[in-house]
């Protein structure tokens, strides 16, 4: 993985990889949620909201996207 972080609100696993999918573990042995491609763009930074509501992922490249994790949908996008 190229970032990994843990929700501070319910112990979430957030995990990218240098492709730019970012998976979200709950449990180890549980189904992983995919959430969106960054369009083959390395993720090399994950930070969950103190609330644990949002995700924002950032590539080597300045790109950013916000995801809205309760609804496992993207909310803002910011690419170059």
């Known amino acids: 993985f190229t970032a990994v972080c843990v929700s501070p609100r319910d112990g979430l696993m957030a995990a990218a990889e240098a492709s730019g999918t970012v998976r979200l573990i709950e449990q180890p042995g549980q189904p992983e949620v995919v959430l969106d ?8 930074a994950l930070r969950f909201a103190p609330d644990g509501a ?5 590539t ?3 790109d950013i996207v916000v995801w809205d994790v309760p609804r496992r949908t993207t909310s803002a996008v910011s690419i170059e």
């Open 54 to 58: 949002r995700l924002v992922g950032g």
């Open 60 to 62: 080597r490249t300045g």
């Open 37 to 44: 491609s960054l369009q083959g763009k390395e993720v090399t």
